[in-house]
């Protein structure tokens, strides 16, 4: 600032409500050029509010049935009710347990704006260039000749819900006081945005709201509702901050946190998010948020049966939870994600690509990776951590390979299916024992009714061929008495008198 202006002629501006014009505005430089920021290639990035952004890309969806949320899996109902309160400039309250994908959504909601704005160059709460908020920006729009501007990216800022949060971290350092006492327009005493200040024009993600000290609640009441700030000193200032506020709590949590203030709470929309309605979204979250997806850009080759074992380990765990409240808090996403990594790590580590059973561990130690951490057993329960989990693993298993054994194994030729089965095997004393190992493969490749089956179950590669035999096996083991599991292997009985036994 080249002209140092007096307070009186600070304060001329200080209070002011501004609103440019084509004819009131300075001239705008963008990267040292004159731009005219009303002309057709600018005028989308700037005097819009976050509504008017969310109202045009929402109505734009409708006409064409897009979901304006792909980055969530599933939740049409949660999606359907934050559209329709952004859509009035609600803001809203997610409640749910962690680990659900509150935060994401968040983001989601972010991505309804433009991927980038125009902004006051090196305002710190990126103020939009005809109506700014910011002492400082105020005046170079008023007073100055030519004003530079920036592109800033879509902003997403998250506040975090802390017992130590301060009101500087919060709201920030501003100062009527120092102003008066001559201190320049844009010197850090006068004014440092807090977090909530620097959401303006994007998402500010108030996480676990209720942890937010009280006191800092009532302000930010002020900040948010009345769209001012009562500073140290006592001036009331009005901080026209724009920004979509969306908040979590998490209610499991409520010990140990103060609650989220009535007239906060009483402004914002509450909308539950809790898991993953079906086996196949819980799948699908889990392989897009695995650490080999996001490494390598693509998913790894897990079969559905493996990935429904792994997804159905977590969702039985949450069961037990609700049924007998054993566990103390819900088994979230990151359960999922992570029993997918751990299990894979293991397929990686061997150098292979498609999962077996092996790759759960001996005794499961990989889903005791995964979970053991995120389930803490009821004082007083009858079973131990270890125990618990393996029962998961049991009922997982026991429900896929019933679902094989359903699904694809063929009813009409039953009796071919198990003496080609038995023919594959190497004979041992009661039957023959298949061992599900590579050299297997060619034998099953001559087979007529197996391999038309292993083609149902889409195994191609010799990988998936073997990973798909071994689950069929398994289930036959679980759902018949044709076949147990023997010495790591599978033992298939004769069945010379199969038209006695009944299926
Ligand atoms: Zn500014």
Redesign the pocket.
Same mark, same amino acid.
């Given at each position: 600032m080249s002209y140092k202006p007096t307070f009186s002629e600070v304060e001329s501006v200080l209070y002011a409500d501004i609103r440019l014009t084509k004819g009131s505005a300075p001239k705008f430089y963008l990267g040292g050029k004159e731009i005219d920021i009303w002309s057709e290639e600018f005028l989308a990035y700037h005097s819009k509010s976050t509504t008017d952004y969310v109202r045009e890309r929402i109505l734009q969806a409708e006409r064409t049935g897009e979901d304006v949320f792909p980055d969530i899996v599933g939740k049409k109902r949660e999606k359907e009710l934050v559209k329709n309160a952004l859509f009035s400039g609600s803001p809203i309250l997610f409640r749910g347990d962690r680990g659900f994908g509150k935060t994401t959504f968040s983001k989601a909601i972010a991505k309804l704006l433009p991927s980038k704005l125009l902004a006051?160059k090196d *305002?710190?709460?990126h103020?939009d260039p005809t109506r700014?908020? *910011?002492f400082?920006?105020k005046w170079r729009v008023t007073h100055e000749e030519r004003v530079e501007l920036e592109w800033v990216p879509r902003i997403w800022v998250r506040i975090p819900g802390d017992p130590m949060l301060t009101t500087r971290q919060l709201i920030g350092g501003i100062s009527i006081q120092k102003l008066r006492e001559g201190y320049e327009l844009d010197h850090p005493e006068v004014f440092i945005p807090g977090r909530a200040l620097k959401a303006n024009r994007g998402v500010g993600y108030f996480d676990e709201l209720g942890a937010i000290p009280s006191s800092m609640q009532t302000m930010l009441h002020e900040l948010l509702e009345e769209k001012q700030i009562t500073t140290s000193e006592g001036d009331i200032i009005p901080m026209k901050i724009d920004a979509i506020e969306i908040a979590s709590t998490n209610p499991s949590n409520y010990r140990g946190t103060s609650v989220i203030k009535e007239p906060l709470l009483d402004r914002m929309e509450v909308i539950e998010i809790g898991p993953p309605e079906s086996v196949e979204e819980e799948i699908e979250i889990a392989l897009r948020n695995m650490y080999y997806t996001k490494r390598f850009g693509q998913r790894p080759p897990i079969p559905e049966w493996h990935a429904r074992i792994m997804a159905q380990i977590v969702r039985f765990g949450r069961n037990a939870q609700k049924g007998r409240a054993q566990l103390s808090a819900a088994l979230s996403c990151r359960a999922t994600i992570k029993l997918f990594d751990h299990v894979y790590s293991r397929v990686e580590r061997r150098g292979g690509r498609v999962p077996m059973f092996k790759d759960y561990g001996e005794n499961y130690e990989m889903v005791k990776l995964a979970l053991g951490g995120r389930i803490e057993l009821e004082y007083g329960s009858r079973m131990n951590k270890d125990d618990f989990i393996s029962a998961l693993v049991a009922e997982a298993l026991k429900a896929e390979c019933k679902r094989i054994y359903e699904d694809y194994l063929p009813r009409e030729q039953f009796e071919t299916f198990l003496k080609e089965l038995y023919a594959l095997g190497e004979k041992v004393d009661g039957g023959s024992l298949i061992r599900v190992e590579k050299d297997i493969i060619p034998s099953l490749r001559r087979t007529k009714t197996v391999s038309a089956l292993l083609t149902r179950m889409k195994a191609q590669d010799d990988e998936t061929t073997l990973s798909a035999i071994e689950v069929v096996l398994n289930s036959l083991s679980h759902c018949s008495d044709f076949v147990s599991k023997f010495d790591h292997g599978y033992l298939i009985k004769e069945v010379r008198d199969f038209a006695k036994t009944s299926l």
């Open positions: 006051i *305002c710190r709460i103020d700014p908020v *910011c400082s920006c």
